[in-house]
Each structure stands twice: as structure tokens, then as C-alpha cells.
């Protein structure tokens, strides 16, 4: 039982490039969630998801993007990458509200 | 809406001292809530929750936290730090909000444990 799965661990983009986060859980969630961690930010919630074919965003979606065709996989996506995008980013899914399950994260740097 | 305060972003203790970690939510609606623990270049791991059946949890690693309505706190406490506890830690609350679950989280407490 892998959980929650993301890569890449680590990707440096340069300025303008665009990119996809993979994520992907096999415990038939059906809520799923893009947060991004900035130091002494705590974490903040780009994109959720309810199921299938239903997103919405979150607290700071500005400069992303999210599909969910499958109950399994919410990738991220980032257009056109900013140095303000650098973070480490997470994906999380849970079935009911008592406790997500957190992939081991994205390391991103955009320069 | 929920917000959630952890006091202290830095925390040093002593090897075998208490460990205390703050945390106050915003909401007078008994929530859920919950602990993570972070070590370094990892995910969030959960270490304790409260979901109303009890107000003193226990979790992993011998942390316990308290929920008192009357304060809106969630402080987390361990009897004795050991060396392995040093890392960064996350409360958070949930709420159900447009048909999901949300979690809020905390700034974080970087816990340092001294030999």
C-alpha cells in the first residue's frame, strides 16, 4: 500500500517553463488537496478536489492549475513558472475529515 | 472562518526535559483537530487527533495533547524530550467548507532538543 505518491522529489525550472506535479493515491480517496509550504508559512492550500471531475480552488490558486479525471491521480500543473513559485509542495487526500495522508513532497526552485 | 495560532516559531528543551507546544484555535465550535510532525526533507506525519472523543489524546512517540474549549487550546506536551523529537511541528483544525474538508494549518514550532 504506497498512499500518497509525488513526483518529482526535486526540479529546478527556470523562469517562464512550465511543469507538472504528479500525484497519486491508491486508498480510494475521494478528497484530495495541493498545499504549498513556504518557511514560517506554515502550509497553504492551492487546489482541492471532491472527486472526479470536481476541483476548486483554494487559498492561493493564482498561477496554477489542477485536473482530477481519476479518483487516483490530482496533478498540478504551473504554467509559466516565477521565482514566486519556488516552495515545497504537498499533496495530501483523506476519506473523511479526520486526518490526511501527505505525500513526502516536491522540492521546487525556479530560477 | 478557522484560524489556528502556534506561539513560538523556534522551541529548545534540554534532553529529557518537557516538551510544550502551543496551539489556540479560533473557532467556539469544538473542531477537529490535530498534530503533525515534520522531520526534515519529509512529509507530514500525523501524530495525534481530536475528534470530541476525548479531551486528553495520546499519539505517537509518547506525545499527548489537551483539548480545553474554554481556552480554544490543543496544547501538545511529552514528559521527556529525546534527541529524536527535534523537528518541526503543525497544528491544524478542520472544517467542512463548499462541500470538502479543509485543513488550517499553524505556522509551525521548530522544536530543538539540547544534549
Known amino acids: 500500500n504506497a498512499g500518497v505518491t509525488q513526483t518529482p522529489k526535486f526540479r529546478i525550472l527556470k523562469i517562464g517553463q512550465s511543469m507538472t506535479l504528479q500525484c497519486t493515491q491508491d486508498?480510494?480517496?475521494?478528497?484530495m488537496y495541493w498545499y504549498r509550504q513556504d518557511p514560517g508559512m506554515g502550509l497553504k492550500l492551492i487546489y482541492y478536489?471532491?472527486?472526479?471531475?470536481?476541483?476548486d480552488k483554494g487559498e492561493v490558486p493564482n498561477g496554477y492549475n489542477v485536473s482530477r479525471s481519476t479518483t487516483e491521480d490530482f496533478p498540478l500543473r504551473l504554467e509559466l513558472a516565477a521565482p514566486s513559485q519556488t516552495s515545497v509542495y504537498f499533496c495530501?487526500?483523506?476519506?473523511?475529515?479526520?486526518?490526511?495522508?501527505f505525500g513526502s513532497g516536491t522540492r521546487l526552485t525556479v530560477v | 472562518a478557522q484560524s489556528v495560532t502556534q506561539l513560538g516559531s523556534h522551541v529548545s528543551v534540554s534532553e529529557g526535559a518537557l516538551v510544550l507546544l502551543r496551539c489556540n484555535y479560533s473557532?467556539?465550535?469544538?473542531?477537529?483537530l490535530f498534530w503533525y510532525v515534520q522531520y526534515p526533507n519529509q512529509g507530514l506525519q500525523l501524530l495525534l487527533k481530536?475528534?470530541?472523543?476525548?479531551?486528553l489524546v495520546k499519539g505517537i512517540n509518547g506525545f499527548e495533547a489537551e483539548f480545553k474549549k474554554s481556552e480554544t487550546s490543543f496544547h501538545l506536551t511529552k514528559p521527556s524530550a529525546h534527541m529524536s523529537d527535534a523537528a518541526e511541528y503543525f497544528c491544524?483544525?478542520?472544517?467542512?467548507?463548499?462541500?470538502?474538508?479543509?485543513?488550517?494549518f499553524g505556522t509551525g514550532t521548530r522544536l530543538k532538543v539540547l544534549a
Open positions: 495530501a487526500s483523506t476519506l473523511t475529515g479526520a486526518g490526511y495522508t
Open positions: 486508498m480510494n480517496h475521494n478528497y
Open positions: 478536489s471532491v472527486g472526479a471531475g470536481i476541483t
Open positions: 473557532s467556539s465550535v469544538p473542531p477537529y
Open positions: 481530536y475528534t470530541s472523543a476525548a479531551t
Open positions: 491544524a483544525v478542520s472544517e467542512v467548507a463548499s462541500g470538502t474538508y479543509k485543513y488550517i
